[in-house]
């Protein structure tokens, strides 16, 4: 068989369907470019997310597309185009593209575990991240992160974050000079605070600002929605019925305020021992009754993992220290459904014709 004309390598490549939208990307307009040089195939295209699933699954297709033009070598590129929120002109973190609050109605679920390891998660598929710990009366990032110190200002105006594992951070937990401290204020007075983390401190531009959310359906919840416009929120819940009646009201009070639910995660989901057996210690079933309530995906079931108390205990949340592990991987599958599924609703929104246009994170793949 001859050498492949571009003509011919651009009709197949127009003909692969994006695996986020089940568009072919000369649909969309998501094939940037696409040239022959020296008998191989250059091509470069976008996605809306960063998942490692899309970006392996628009690779095996175009490997796929060319392989009957005899093209034994192909380089690709991948641009990541993270959507962006519908900012109103008075948002105070313009440049943050999506703002993801992690919730639930119940406490002792693990939604500090959730928001840490999902941060990282994203963080680890090139994109930028910031992470605010907004359960004033009990922060645990600075004990998860394993990181201490006080923010400090360049202008005297605007708070630096603390940084960690390439996230930036945020937490009451910082500005304690006693992490064992009580704090012990009022309605008004977190609200004041609040309102500081988001517009006083200097996140930059982020694709992704993770707000660990306090138990219940109070103040923090309402104060970020009147304040912000927020992309949705991620429930979080464990199997068993008595926790499933707070997460209710969880999933109501969001519906009240208008925050789109983006999807569940049911942690402490089951226990495997040492001998490969599947235990569900707290019943089973909770996540997906949360997510039918919700009207949204279960993005995943986190099992129990002593590990994941360990590392956290050390300051290195499971995804950093062991993201082989099942927890890890767990973690790592909530973080891809996350992104696909803000690409999904952004899509929607926009009339679901062309994906979203922009430059994000670049990523470089080869395919033998």
């Known amino acids: 068989m001859g050498s492949p004309t571009l003509d011919a390598v ?13 568009k072919r990307l000369g649909e969309l307009g ?7 040089e020296n008998g191989r195939v250059w091509a470069k295209v976008r996605l809306s997310s960063p998942s490692e699933e899309a970006r392996q699954t628009i690779s095996r297709r175009i490997e796929a597309a060319l392989e009957p033009l005899g093209v034994e070598f192909v380089e690709l590129e991948i641009e990541v185009n993270v959507p962006t929120r519908e900012a109103t002109s008075t948002d105070p973190i313009p440049d943050v593209r999506n703002v993801v609050l992690v919730m639930s109605g119940k406490g002792g679920v693990g939604k ?15 994109t930028r991240v910031g992470l605010l710990d907004a359960d004033i009366y009990g922060p645990s990032l600075p004990t998860m992160l394993g990181i201490e110190g006080q923010p400090t200002s360049k202008d005297g105006k605007r708070i630096q974050p603390l940084q960690r594992f390439g996230i930036k951070l945020m937490s ?6 006693d992490p064992k401290q009580a704090i012990v204020w009022r309605g008004p007075m977190l609200h004041g605070a609040l309102q500081q983390f988001v517009t006083d401190v200097d996140w930059g531009g982020l694709d992704y600002l993770i707000i660990d959310s306090p138990p219940g359906t109070g103040d923090v919840a309402l104060t970020l929605a009147q304040k912000l416009r927020i992309t949705g929120a991620i429930i979080v819940t464990t199997p068993q019925e008595v926790a499933l009646q707070d997460v209710y009201k969880s999933v109501s009070m969001c519906q009240k305020l208008n925050v789109p639910i983006l999807g569940v995660v049911e942690n402490m989901s089951h226990f495997v021992d040492s001998a490969g057996v599947k235990h569900e210690l707290f019943g089973s079933g909770g996540g997906h009754k949360i997510a039918e309530f919700a009207e949204a995906p279960l993005f995943g079931q986190v099992p129990i993992d002593s590990l994941v108390r360990e590392w956290g205990d050390q300051g290195t949340p499971i995804v950093q220290a062991a993201p082989a592990s099942a927890a890890g991987q767990a973690f790592a599958a909530v973080a891809d459904a996350l992104a696909e599924r803000i690409a999904k609703e952004h899509f929607e929104r926009g009339g679901g014709e062309t994906a979203p246009e922009g430059e994000g994170p670049k990523r470089l793949r080869i395919l033998r």
């Open 10 to 22: 651009n009709q197949a490549l127009h003909d692969v369907e994006d695996p986020i939208f089940r």
């Open 30 to 36: 998501t094939l940037l470019d696409a040239r022959i």
């Open 112 to 126: 500090s575990t959730v928001a840490t390891n999902l941060a990282l998660a994203l963080r680890r598929l090139g």
């Open 172 to 177: 009451i937990g910082f500005l304690l000079e």
